[in-house]
C-alpha cells in the first residue's frame, strides 16, 4: 500500500488547519489569512495529485485504510479512508476549482471587512468536501457531510447583516436537514443489516458482495433512504429550494456550493453507494434506480423551465445547477455512473467559470444583479465576455470543443440505452435545448444590446480575479481531451477498463442530434431574445411589479404567454406551496404544542404543585405544632442529661481511679452473670 | 536467623529510632545566639520529618510476610499498611508541633514523638503478648511526657499526671491479666493461646484475665468507663500530643486489640446478640461500646470547650469503632480499621485548625471559634468537612466508615441479633450532629469577637489540605486495600 493512502487523511486536514489558524488570527490579519487558505488549498491540490498518481498504474485500482476508532461493549466501529479512481478524480476536481475560488475570492472580496472569518469558512467547507469524498465508512462520510451542511449554513448567512441572507442560510440548512434525517435512518439501517458501515473492508464492507447479501431486500430501502439525503444536498425535487436562495452568499459561496463542493456531494454520494442501488438489478434496472432517474427528471426538465422566468444572473446560474444535478441522477439512475461523474466533474469546472464570471461581472456592476440592468457590456469587460462565453457553451452541451458536450453526449448515450423506459431520454432531450435557449437568454442580456442603468462606469476586473476565470475556461476546453469518444481515458479510468484510441468513434451520430438541438436552442434564443436585448435604459419594473403595460420592457416571453411566465418567474410558486403546506402545518403543530404546552401541561403541573404546597402547608403546621414541640422537649431533655453527665467528670483523680475500679467490677461480674 | 537479617526485618523500627536519636542530638547543638532557636528547631523538624519518609521506604522494602521468634514481629500487608498510616500520623503530629509549640525544646519533644511511634509499630507488628505489653509502654511513656511538655502550663501538667495515673493503673491491670492469661496457657504467642484456649473449659480465672486485658485496652481506646482520662488529657496537652494520643495511638490500640480479641481470644467470644448473650468478651465489648456511645455523645453536649467537645466525641467514637470488633470476622476487623483510620486522620486535621486557631486568639473554647469563616475560610472550610465528616455526613470518608461497621454488625450472627447495638450507635450519631452543627455553627454564623484579626493563611496548606482531601476521597481504595491485606 503506497504511504499516501495511510497518509490520506492530510488533503482535508490541510485546509481545515488552515481554517482553525485563521479563525485564531486578529480581524485586521487580512492577507495573511487569505494567503493561508490558499496555502492549505495548495497543500490539498498537490496532496491530491500525488493520491491521483498511483490511481493511474492499473485500471480499477483501489486501496483503503481502516483503523478502529472506538469500541463499545463487544462491537468495534471501525472507520477509514479509501483511495479509488473515483475518490482520486473528485479530490484533483474539489482541490483544483477550490483553489481557483480562493484565489478569485481574495480579488472579490477585498473589501469585505470580515474577510479573515470568510476564509476561515471557506476552508473549512473545502476541508468538509474533500473529507466526505475520502470517507471509506458511510459515518465518517455523514460527519463530513454534516460539516460541509454547517459550513454551507455559515457561507451562505456570511453577511449576517442581511435578513434574507439569514433566512437562506436557515433555508438551506433545514431542508437539507430534512433529506439527511432520511439518510441518518438508512445508515442505522444498513449498519442493523450488514453489521458494517465501511464501504471496503476486504470483501467484508457494505459495499461487496457479502455485506450487500447480508441486507438482502432491505437494499432498496436504505439505498431511497440514502438518496434522501442527496436529494436535499444536491439540490433534487422536492427539496431543491434552497438552492436558489443560497445565492445570497457572496459569488464565490455560490460557486463552490454550486461547483465544487456542497451539490457535488450527493450525486457523489449515490455514485459511492451505487452497488446498493444496483444490488439485484434485472437489466441495470432496480426499484430504488426508477426513483433516481425519476427525480432527476423532474429536476432537471422543472429548473431549467423555471431558469427563462429568473432576471437575477445567479438566480438563473443556480436553477442551471439544479438541472444539470437533475441531469447527473438521470444518468446514475439509467446506469452510467461514468458519464455522471465524468460530468459533475467537468460541470464542476464550467459552473466554477461561470459563477466567477457571473461574480466579475456583479463585481464590475457595483453589485448590480438584476440581468436587465446590464446589456452591452462586451466591449467593457472582454475577458469576463470571452471566458463567460465558453462557460455557456459549455454548459449549453456545445460539442466538439467544449468538455461540457462531450459528457452530456455521454449521458444522453446513457439514457438512450436504457432498459426500462424511453422517457427519460426524449425530456432529457428537450432539457438540452432549454438549457442552451435559457444560457443564450442570459448572455444577450447582459453582453449584447445598449448598456443600462448598471453599465455605467463599468471596468474590467482586476487580475486576481480574471486570472481563475482564464485557468477555469481553459481548464473547461482542455478537459475535453479525455472525454471524447475516440479515447474514452476518463470514462475507462473511472470505470477500472483499459482506454484504446480510436479516432473512427469519434463522430457518433447522436453528436448530430445534440448539435442540432444546441442550435435549436441558441438560434430560438437569438430569435426570441434578439431584441430584448434593446431594453430602455434602466427603468425596469420590479420583480412581480404591477406595470405591466410597457411592453417594451416586459421579457419577450412574458409578452407572448403572460401567464406561463408568471408562473415560472414565481418558480412554479413551489415555495408558495411549501409554504401554505409543509411550513404552515408545522407552524400549527407548534401552535397547538405551545398551547398545549401552556394552558393543558402547565395547568397539571401546576395543580400537582398546588397539591404539594397544600400538603406542605399541612405537614409544616403539623410540625410546627407538634413535632417540633415534642423534639424541643425531648433535645432540653437531652442537653439536661448530658449536663447531668458532665458533672460527674470532676477532674479528681481518685474519683477516676474509683471509676477504674468499680467498672472493672461491675465487668466482672456482667461476665461472671452471663457465664 | 543471623542478626543481620533481624536488623533488616526491624529496619523501620530501627531507622525510627536512629532518627530519634540524631533528632535528639541535633536539638541540643547550639545555634550561637538564642535568636537562632528558631532555626535549631526547624532544622529538628526536618531531620524528624527525613527520617519518618526513609522509615516509610524502609516498610515499603519489608518482605511479603515473615514471622520472627515466635510473633514477636510479624510481617504481613497488614501491618505494613499500618505502620505506614502510624508514620504518616507521627508525619502530621511533627507538622503539628511546628505550628503550635513554642521552639523551647523542639528537639526533646521531637524525640519523644519518634519513641513513641516506635513504640505504635510494635505494636502493630507484633502477635506475642510480651512484646505486645512494651509496645504499649513505650508509647504511654512516651505519651505521658508529651502530655505534661508544655511546662508553662499549669494544665498540661495536670493533664500528664492524671494520664500518667490513670494509665500506670491500667497497665497494672492490663500486665495482672497478661500474666493470667499466660498462667492458663502456658504461652505467649497468640495463635498458641488460641489452641490451648479451646482446649479447655472456662475458669473464672481466665474471666479475669480477659477482663483485665480488655480494661487495659478500654483505657487506651477511651471507651467509657475507662475515659475519664481523655477530656483533661485532651484539653490540656499541647495540641500535637493531644493530636496524637487521639489518632496514632488509637489506631495502633485498634489493631492490636482486635488481634487479641479475634485471634487470641477467638475461642472465648461469646455472643452479644440480644437476649441471647453468652459469656465471652463480645458482651464486654458491647457493653463498653453502648456505654461510649451513650457518654460520649451525651457529655459532648455540654461542652464550651472545642478540644473538649473532641474528646468525649472520641469517647462516642470508639464505641462505635468497637461495633466492628463485636461483629467479629473479616468483615468486622476490616470496617473497625477502616474507621479508625479514618477517624484517626479526619481528627488530626481538626486538630491542625484548632492548633491554629488557638495560636491567633490564645484559646480553643467554641467562642474563640466565632466568625471563623470571615477571618480565614479556608481554615472554616476545612473545619466543617472535618466536623461533617465525624458526624457522618455522605459524602465524606466518615460515612462510609460509619456505613461499613455498621453493615457489619447488623450482619453478624442470627436474626440480627446485634440490632440493639446499631440503633443505639444510629441514636448517638443523630445527637453528635447536633454538636458538631454547633461548632459550625459558632464559625459560619456567629459574629466574630472584637478584637479578632485575620488568621494568616499560611501554615494552613501544610497538613489540613492532604488532610481535608482524605476525609473527602471516596475511601474505596483505602477499604480495598485493608481488606485485601488482612489474613
Redesign the interface.
Known sequence: MSWIVTSLWLIPAAPLAASLIILSLANSRRSAAAALAIIGQIAALTLSILAFLPTLQAPGYRSVHNFTWFTFGEQALRIGWVLDSLAAAMLVMIALVGLCIFVFSAGYMADDKNLTRFFAYLSFFSGAMLGVVIANSLLLLFVFWELVGLASYLLIGFWIHKPSAAAAAKKAFITTRIGDLGFFVGILWLYGGSGTLLFYDGGKGCLETAGLLGLGASATFVALLIFCGAVGKSGQFPLHIWLPDAMEGPTPVSALVHAATMVAAGVFLVARVYPLFSFGAIDGVTPSLVVVVSIGTITALMASLIALGQFDIKRILAYSTVSQLGLMMVSLGVGGVAAGMMHLIAHGFFKALLFLGAGSVIHGCHHEQDIRKMGGLRSLMPISFLTYAIGMMTLSGVPFFFSGGWTKEEILHATAHWHASHIPHYLMLAGVVLTALYMTRQMIYIFFGNRRAASENVHESPPIMTLPLIVLAICSIAFSVVLTPAWRWLHSYLTGEPAHFDIALLVQPMLFVSLALVAVGIGLGFVMYGKAGQLATGRVRPTGGQNRHRTAEMDPLERAQPALFHFLENKMWLDEIYDRTVVAWSRMAAHVSDWMDRHFWDGLVRGFAGLGQLFGIFSANFDERWINVRVDETMTGTRRLGRVMSAWHSGQIQTYLGMLAVGMLALLILYAWLA | MSYLELLKLAAPEATVAVTALAVLAVGLIRWGETPSNRRSSAFCSAVAGLGLAAAVGAVVMLPQSATLFGGMLVITPLTSLFKIICLALAFFTVVLARTDLSSRNRGEYLALVLLATIGLMLLVGSEELLMIFIGLELTGLSLYVMTAFDKTDIRSAEAG??YF??GS??SA?TLFGLSLIYGMSGTTGLAVIAQKLSAQP?S?LL??G???T??GFA?KIAAA??H??A??AYQGAPVPSAAFIASGSKVASFVVLGKIVLVGFGPDK?SAAWHA????WA??LA??AALSIL?GN??????SNVRRLLAYSAVAHAGYTLLGLVAGGRDGFSATLFYTTVYAFTLVGAFGVVALVRRETGGDDLINFAGLRARSPLLAGCMSIFMLSLAGLPPLAGFFGKFYLFIAALRAGENHGLLWLVALALLGSL?SL?YYLIVLKVIFVDEPAQHETSLPRRNVGEGGDFLQRVSLSVPGPLVAHIIASLP
Open positions: 499526671l492524671k495515673l490513670f493503673t491500667a491491670f472456662i473464672p474471666f479475669a480477659i477482663v483485665m480488655l480494661v483505657f468507663p475507662f475519664l482520662w477530656p483533661d461469646g448473650m453468652i459469656s465471652g458482651p464486654v457493653v463498653l457518654i451525651l457529655v459532648a453536649l455540654a461542652q445527637v447536633y
